[in-house]
């Protein structure tokens, strides 16, 4: 059940970034801390592919400021989206 709670508030981040330029920026900058502190406790428990929540994150934040570029934005919203799929269907 946390698996698919996580696998939805991640695709609500891909929303986040995917509307960045519609939204307010103080709620795509809170939906890239989520993945960021989500990435970090991941991270410490000894997942390492949670470095790419951090990263996602960092990348959504600069996004939000207007610092993005479509390739790197493309990438990062295929990451999300499956790992969000795979957490859901888990």
């Not at 330029?21 to 410490?44: C, D």
């Not at 951090?54 to 295929?78: D, E, M, P, R």
């Amino acid at each position: 059940m946390i698996l698919k709670l996580l696998g939805i508030t991640d695709l609500l981040v891909l929303v986040s970034l995917l509307l960045v330029s519609y939204l307010p920026e103080t709620l795509v900058i809170i939906m890239a801390v989520y993945l960021i502190i989500k990435g970090v406790i991941f991270t410490l428990f000894g997942d390492p592919i949670s470095l790419a929540d951090i990263f996602c994150g960092l990348y959504i934040v600069s996004a939000a400021y207007g610092l993005a570029h479509w390739s790197i934005t493309l990438i990062i919203i295929v990451f999300i989206l499956q790992k969000s799929v795979v957490s859901i269907l888990s």
